[in-house]
């Protein structure tokens, strides 16, 4: 599966986004979707899931503010209170089987959307 990741941007503290990753291939709707972030100097961490049967996982400190989607085609995460803390690289990745927090335990990666928070 080709995975490509779109809709950063700039936005103010406390605005909004929405990330989509679209995918090809006939099988997408058997893998994991999960998206990723990485800071300047910091590893990259896992942010959101969502499983072949929409089954969501989310990060504790994301809980309530993203929120993540699918359907047969794409995923979105959608970024809601922004802070400035979320200034990252958002990459979203596919697997076969559980949610999985990660990165080594992805196969495919879109090539990651910037998004630059504000104060």
């Known amino acids: 599966v080709q995975l490509q990741a779109s809709g950063g941007g700039l936005v103010q503290a406390g605005g909004s986004l929405t990330l989509s990753c679209a995918a090809s291939?006939?099988?997408?709707?058997?893998?994991?979707i999960s998206w990723f972030r990485q800071a300047p100097g910091k590893e990259r961490e896992f942010v959101a899931g969502?499983?072949?049967?929409?089954w969501n996982t989310y990060a504790d400190s994301v809980k309530g503010r993203f929120t993540v989607s699918r359907d047969n085609a794409k995923s979105t995460l959608q970024i809601n209170s922004l802070k400035p803390e979320d200034t990252a690289v958002y990459y979203c990745?596919?697997?076969?089987?559980?949610?999985?927090?990660?990165?080594?335990?992805?196969?495919?990666w879109g090539q990651g959307t910037q998004v630059t928070v504000s104060s």
């Open positions: 969502i499983s072949a049967s929409s």
């Open positions: 291939g006939r099988t997408f709707s058997i893998y994991v």
């Open positions: 990745a596919a697997r076969v089987g559980a949610v999985h927090i990660a990165p080594t335990a992805y196969d495919y």
